[in-house]
């Protein structure tokens, strides 16, 4: 039996002001962010036009686990939920994939999605692992729900570079040697206006040269 959804303080269909007649997946509006020679960060403002109604389907149906962190010899909670999607990708997910893959010429293969039940959800300073194992990994996150902060800043630690706000549908591709050089992070916000949802894609091959 399908566990009972995740309880969130924000239901994604009051977020429902998709503009009429805007093209659903297009990268029309996209702009390209250059955070070094190696480095960039590509964003499409309002990329999934029914983000809304992706945010109620996914909530309703992913697989949902807390999972938790060992911490100083502790078991503490991770703050956010996270759902691992199997493949293949449900019908919903695997119509991002196809423009994100024929776009950046790979293969988007896993899907994970953070939950973000609140402004106490967050995650911290950090590269993807997908770095171990590939040299520029790309990776894809699209945004439902509230918008909060996304900050950017070196690996080496010093200050934040990049402030986005993705919420609303907006997809954000981080590329080149970011997961080596860069760090990032959703912080804790006391003042965030519901739940947010991040739809993280990732290729397990290198790019097609
Ligand atoms: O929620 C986000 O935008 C970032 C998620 C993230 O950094 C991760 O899953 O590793």
């Not at 190696?38 to 109620?56: C, K, M, N, Q, Y």
């Not at 010899?73 to 703050?79: S, T």
């Amino acid at each position: 039996m399908r566990a009972d959804p995740p309880q969130v303080a924000w239901q994604g269909s009051l977020f429902d002001d998709a503009e009429p007649g805007r093209a659903r997946l297009s990268f029309d509006g996209l702009r390209h962010d250059p955070l070094d020679e190696r480095s960039w960060i590509d964003v499409v403002p309002g990329w999934v036009t029914d983000h809304a109604e992706l945010f109620d389907e996914l909530l309703a149906e992913a697989p949902w686990q807390q999972r938790t962190r060992t911490m100083w010899d502790k078991d503490v909670l991770e703050p956010r939920m996270v759902a691992v999607l199997p493949r293949p990708f449900p019908a919903r997910i695997a119509e991002l994939v196809t423009p994100l893959n024929e776009r950046y010429r790979v293969r988007f293969d896993s899907c994970l999605i953070n939950l973000y039940r609140d402004g106490s959800d967050a995650v911290a300073w950090h590269a993807d692992t997908v770095r171990k194992t590939m040299r520029d990994p790309l990776v894809a996150t699209v945004s439902l729900g509230a918008r909060r902060a996304f900050l950017v800043r070196p690996a080496t630690g010093g200050p934040i570079v990049r402030r986005y706000a993705p919420g609303e549908g907006d997809l954000v591709m981080m590329g080149g040697s970011m997961q080596h050089d860069w760090h990032h992070t959703v912080p804790r916000e006391k003042c965030a206006s519901g739940a947010r949802m991040s739809v993280t894609l990732r290729h397990s091959r290198p790019a097609a040269s």
